[in-house]
């Protein structure tokens, strides 16, 4: 398939953040575009979420209730009306060969585009991650993993037959033999047993392991968007906190809701971020503009 090459405005909105005459710019285009207009080794962090190979669409509805001319079941078997305030969605129906290839594909411009100490976080859930563990040790090398980071969260449904799957697996790989961790940028987790550690250490708190307790996004959170698949904020604060440094490019090829453009603007890191739906383009730049108005 031929990717067609980023648009004057897109690519002039990425020129200047390589030459850092702007701090970020979230692009509409196809990843592959936005890949092939980067240098080698420009980036020093990525982040790459991609659609989990579902086979459906992903969509999610936001309501508000007591308004509109829709009705539905509500407490105690009443009705209630109710309003669909956005309606948002995007094609995750590639058969799963053809899904790993286009991955494959991005996998390897991402190991192009990182400098020599930089990493790749690529994460995925039970349908590939076993697929992209060996994708990614063919293409940066086995030696190179660093870790398989389980991101658990507790909500949503109960599955009646089977353990709820209740994680994601964020895959870490370095580009070569030296990569960054700020150890000491990283935010504390409570002790599970404070009474053994002595009150300093409880109150400091320990550098969490490579299981990751976390909420996802509540429905009912400011931080939510009404996009299929936000991530918390909080989790690529984290990840970049840990594994780049102020000033350096973040690189998101599957940009969605912008989450990665705010933690990153956040943590004073530059940033790039690609999406071929106008919907989270939209969405991403607005939110960036108002994160950003808000801090400064």
């Not at 990425?14 to 979230?26: F, I, K, N, P, Y």
């Not at 658990?152 to 709820?164: I, K, L, T, V």
């Not at 209740?166 to 009474?195: C, N, Q």
């Not at 550690?197 to 959170?221: C, E, F, L, N, Q």
């Amino acid at each position: 398939m031929t990717t067609r090459a980023l648009d004057p405005v897109a690519r002039a909105a990425v020129e200047a953040v390589l030459a850092r005459r702007t701090s970020g710019a979230v692009v509409e285009a196809d990843n592959l575009a936005l890949l092939a207009a980067l240098p080698d080794g420009s980036v020093e962090l990525a982040y790459a979420d991609p659609p989990f190979a579902t086979g459906t669409s992903r969509r999610l509805q936001t309501i508000r209730l007591g308004a509109g001319e829709r009705e539905r079941r509500g407490f105690r078997g009443g009705r209630e009306r109710y309003e669909v305030t956005s309606d948002l969605a995007y094609e995750d129906g590639l058969p799963l060969a053809d899904h790993l290839a286009a991955l494959r594909e991005r996998v390897r411009e991402i190991h192009r585009v990182l400098a020599p100490d930089g990493s790749l976080y690529l994460h995925v859930d039970w349908r590939t991650v076993h697929h992209a563990r060996l994708m990614l040790d063919e293409v940066f090398g086995p030696e190179r993993f660093l870790n398989e980071i389980v991101w658990a969260y507790d909500y949503g449904g109960r599955s009646p037959d089977r353990w709820p799957r209740k994680h994601d697996t964020i895959l870490w790989y370095a580009k070569g033999d030296a990569w960054t961790f700020e150890r000491d940028a990283i935010d504390r987790v409570p002790y599970m047993a404070p009474g053994l550690v002595g009150p300093d250490k409880a109150s400091r708190g320990k550098v969490p392991t490579d299981v990751w307790w976390m909420t996802i996004v509540p429905p009912g959170s400011k931080e939510r968007t009404g996009y299929p698949t936000q991530k918390p904020v909080r989790l690529l604060e984290r990840i970049i906190a840990a594994s780049s440094r102020p000033g350096e490019l973040v690189l998101d090829p599957y940009g969605g809701s912008g989450t990665t453009g705010v933690a990153a603007a956040r943590l004073g890191r530059r940033w790039l971020l690609a999406d071929r739906n106008p919907e989270a383009v939209g969405i991403a730049r607005r939110r960036l503009a108002a994160d950003v108005a808000a801090t400064t």
